[in-house]
T-cell receptor, first 113, second 114 residues
Framework: DAGITQSPRHKVTETGTPVTLRCHQTENHRYMYWYRQDPGHGLRLIHYSYGVKDTDKGEVSDGYSVSRSKTEDFLLTLESATSSQTSVYFC????????????FGSGTQLSVL | DQQVKQNSPSLSVQEGRISILNCDYTNSMFDYFLWYKKYPAEGPTFLISISSIKDKNEDGRFTVFLNKSAKHLSLHIVPSQPGDSAVYFCAASAGRQGAQKLVFGQGTRLTINP
């Protein structure tokens, strides 16, 4: 199994509070991604990173920010959580970029009340 | 605009029979396709992939078929086993655009009955 750890695994928070999810990899892969999974939508890309301090937006980036200060860590921050951000969040990594398969973490179940 | 569609939310198959999961796409630029399998409380895991230069790729009990003219791919599992019960996602990308352009379908929940 790819060495990807997501923390926390579960979180319940209130609307309007900031939340940070962490993804840690031990594979030294260059590319890291944050996805959310919702019923009827499959997996949708929030943000991705192509190197330390290099990030870009995905399909559903509004309300989210990311940071990558080290190769192994990719943080996802909800600045002010809303109920629509209740979801399962997955971190993924890939070694390359073209025709590369992604390796996923186990996910974080986030509930915003 | 759903570029990758899995129109069957669920599928139930008898153990030992063939499971066929379908996926349709609309973007003719897609040239690389993958299937992922997901168990509850776990992340998706890569199952099999196919490039548009092929129309079939096999890996053990799993075969993926690609029909480019119909913009359709399917995953065949033969024979189906109880451990195959999971949610299956198909995904597609236009190769040179990179993995950040990977588009996932909604998923199909496969249940294998003993």
């Amino acid at each position: 199994d790819a060495g990807i750890t997501q923390s926390p695994r579960h979180k319940v928070t209130e609307t309007g509070t900031p939340v940070t999810l962490r993804c840690h990899q031990t594979e030294n892969h260059r590319y890291m991604y944050w996805y959310r999974q919702d019923p009827g939508h499959g997996l949708r890309l929030i943000h991705y990173s192509y190197g330390v301090k290099d990030t870009d937006k995905g399909e559903v980036s509004d309300g989210y920010s990311v940071s990558r200060s080290k190769t192994e860590d990719f943080l996802l921050t909800l600045e002010s959580a809303t109920s629509s951000q209740t979801s399962v969040y997955f971190c993924a990594i890939s070694e390359g970029q073209i025709n590369e398969k992604l390796f996923f973490g186990s996910g974080t179940q986030l509930s915003v009340l | 605009d759903q570029q990758v569609k899995q129109n069957s939310p669920s599928l139930s198959v008898q153990e030992g029979r063939i499971s066929i999961l379908n996926c349709d796409y609309t973007n003719s630029m897609f040239d690389y396709f993958l299937w992922y399998k997901k168990y509850p409380a776990e992340g998706p895991t890569f199952l099999i992939s196919i490039s548009s230069i092929k129309d079939k790729n096999e890996d053990g009990r799993f075969t993926v078929f690609l029909n480019k003219s119909a913009k359709h791919l399917s995953l065949h599992i033969v024979p189906s086993q109880p451990g195959d019960s999971a949610v299956y996602f198909c995904a597609a990308s236009a190769g040179r655009q990179g993995a950040q352009k990977l588009v996932f379908g909604q998923g199909t929940r496969l249940t294998i009955n003993p």
